[in-house]
């Protein structure tokens, strides 16, 4: 069924092998999205087009005073307003097709970020959500590439997509390693933009007055003075 071949397992059959399997929610919702695809009497007709994120969003963005960007359904990084630009550095400095969340967590030049204790649970959270995202449409031609470049360069992005884990990430924390002023911790949340399934946006935030905000904030003074 992941592979998308020719299997049409009925509902009874779905619950029997996900509670063998002992899988949680997250997990089952995959199995029965995999299942559901293969019932199809004709493949879905999905849109594998440039991703567009509208004019309002890239407002938003500009007026936000903390750091977000949008991201396509592969983790492609489609915008960004200045104080992700701040955190993140300047996506402009590299090639359209290198700005993915899951080709940047494992760039092997990007030192800084390998560095933090929970680095592995990040990319987790990133690899769960591309593989839900396979899900939806397991031929789509950028899943494949960045999926298919991982598995060859990275043994560590083979190791953990072999995990199979499976998971639509809504929320979490990340470490960010910044030389300037040291490790900022953020919480971060996905917010859905309009399109099934289509970009979101992913809006880091700090608690006000915490150390974490001052330094974001020391950040964004100290790269706008660059």
């Not at 470049?149 to 910044?178: P, Y």
């Amino acid at each position: 069924m992941e592979q998308g071949r020719e299997v049409h397992p009925s509902d009874d059959i779905l619950e029997a092998l996900a509670g063998a399997l002992g899988l949680d929610d997250e997990e089952r919702r995959h199995l029965f999205t995999l299942a559901r695809a293969a019932r199809r009497p004709m493949p879905a007709r999905v849109d594998h087009g440039p991703e567009r994120v509208p004019d309002s969003t890239r407002r938003l963005l500009r007026v936000l005073d903390t750091p977000a960007v949008v991201l396509g359904r592969h983790l492609d990084l489609l915008a960004w307003n200045p104080m992700a630009q701040a955190l993140l550095g300047d996506p402009a400095a590299y090639p359209p097709d290198r700005l993915n969340m899951l080709l940047l967590m494992f760039d092997d030049t990007l030192t800084n970020q390998r560095s933090c204790r929970d680095w592995e649970r990040q990319a987790l959270d990133y690899i769960g959500m591309m593989r839900a995202a396979v899900a939806t449409d397991p031929t789509h031609p950028r899943a494949t590439a960045v999926v298919g470049e991982l598995s060859i360069r990275s043994a560590e992005f083979r190791r953990l997509w072999a995990r199979h884990d499976v998971r639509a990430s809504v929320s979490g924390t990340k470490t960010f390693r910044i030389p300037e002023v040291g490790d900022i911790v953020l919480d971060w949340d996905t917010y859905p933009l309009p399109g099934s399934p289509g970009p979101f946006m992913l809006v880091f935030t700090a608690e006000p007055g915490s150390p974490d905000a001052d330094r974001l904030q020391l950040l964004a003074s100290l790269r706008a003075a660059s």
